[in-house]
């Protein structure tokens, strides 16, 4: 996993609560495979970011020549609700996403952030919405995340502290492979294993 | 004398190996695995690891299978992606030698019906799956939650997954329901008075003498709807209801194995005093058939209400999307419910698919016709044989709806079961997020009966007006 430190890149604003996981990606792309050569860029917002016929939609706002570059979001409250879907973070990332900067998140969506290597930043609804509209004001804006310092930087260089769970920001900013970080505790698993297992013998 | 404990930490304490920071590793019972899973098979074969325990994985495919014309396998997946995707599934499992009841099994069915159905879903279990919906399971008294494929990879390697306890709430229901109001009406009331994100990062217990008196069909709808409030898991303490629907099934504990595992059961339930981070309360009296309006599952009302106004609804972050979500479902503001008209009628899925949820449905199909296009596939194929044996297969189509195969189906509408664009669809399903029965496509969500009632008047219907003495 690539680590993540800090970041300073093109912000893009999306003024959209409960922006739910069928809309990052719709359903139908999820049958897609992902490899190096073919991400899931091209499915992200698709029908927000598409017309019936495939041609953009020039009124969204990844589709407007200055935020074709964003490496950054910025959105409301509730972002990435619904469904599991790992396929959400992919298209976000293969995108070119590395940070998602909103009030709240779907606790499945957060996590597949993390494990992904990709930033949840939770910043107050205020907040969130005060960025927004400097952005807005000027289109192409870049903001900086430190994640060692917990710390965005917005466009008229005010900085905002924000929380993340001490154990998510090591794992990010290390780029940890959390498989190998479970079976260092082998010998624990197999002791209860045996235990659970002898306790509840018609599991096994 | 020992602090009291809520089910929910009971269950989480006994399977936490160790902890660090804010984490615990917690041991997982059982996995599930569907035909959606297949990101988290290739991330483990890229990194040349193995399952560590196969037989605590169960699998079967829901996602993309067709609910018609099954009898060719899967030759009668026609799209080839979809057949891909049920395809992996069934060489994912053969290679890694886990349990698959792929296409042609008679037990396949939802994941999320099946776990139950089998015995799999046991109380004091943690249960993980591939899947948001997994909070199901909770209703009997399972620890069940939804993870995204890297999590699921980690399951796979491991049989454990780092996670930070969730903090708890709540959902006391008391009181009789009245005539025409189920479970489905229940959880919608509920999203509709905490929101959807309400129980962001919590786990819920319901409780109060509603749910005591339910059925487990009852509970499982309630509790696969917890997501749709935000909270990972939902979960009601396991009673005799619990033990009786367990009693006989394949997975289930057998001979001195029950008695042993009814005595740790009988242990689980929330102690009296046991803390919550919150609670919330409902009076089940004064509950209607509820139906959503927009395009979130909060956007709830009874079905005596008209469409509100955006301005109606409650600060400028739910006005804002109720703005949008009436310019989607193409709704007028002060309209009544029931003169919304429906194009289409969908019952089954995850939710709703149940056998108890049937005959419900077929309670108000008999003798009548319906008077738009209607689809029903069972949440697995026993409750189809079961409906056969029962004869609801014939009130179904004797109505006019089509009796179809097992599937998810049109709810997350990845088999290419759509509602065509702009069509208006009365379904048992549970997101009504745009798109989410296909592109364009508006839904509406409802009870099993709620559903048949719209289908045989072709608008949004007040069931307690069809109902039979």
Redesign the interface.
Known sequence: MTPFTRLTAVAAPLDIANLDTDKLIPARFLRKLRSADAGYDPWLFYDMRFDGEGRERPEFILNQPQYRNAQILVADLNFGCGSSREGAVYALMDYGFRAVIAASFGDIHYANEIQNGMLPVTLPQQTCKALRDQLRARPGAELSIDLESQIVTDTLSKTHRFDIDAVYKERLLRGLDEVAMVLQHLPEIEAFEKRHHEAHRWLT | MTTPRSLFAKIWD??V??E????A?L?I??NLVHD?S??AF?QLAR?G?KVRKP??TFATADH?LPTVGRSRGLASITDP??R??VDLLEHNTRENDILHLGIDDPRQGIIHVIGPELGLTQPG?TITC???HTSTHGALGALAF??????L??IL??????Q?KAKTLRVVIDGVLNPGVGAKDVILAIIAKIG??GA??HSIEYAGSTIRAMSMAGRLTICNMS?EA?A?AGMVAPDDTTFEFLAGREF???HE??D??LE?WCTLPSDDGAAFDSEVSLDAAALEPTVTWGT?PEEALPVTARIPCASDLAGP?KQ??AAEALRYMGLTPGTPLTEIPIDRAFIGTCTNGRIEDLRAAAAILRGRKIVVPGWISPGSTPVKRQAEAEGLDRIFTEAGFEWRDSGCSSC???NGDTVP?GMRCASTSN?N????QG?GARTHLMSPAMVAAAAVTGRITDVRTLLRS
């Open positions: 006994q399977h190996i160790t660090r920071e804010g984490e590793l041991y019972d059982r959606g297949f990101h290739t990194e690891r037989r605590q993309y992606e979809m891909g995707m279990l591939g899947d948001s939804g993870v995204g494929a890297s999590q990879k980690q390697a491991t049989q454990c997954l780092w930070k959807t994100a962001t990062s997501i935000g990972r289930s504990p057998k194995e029950w042993r595992a740790w979130t972050d804002a999307h997350a509408a990845m664009a997101r997020f745009e798109g989410r592109k």
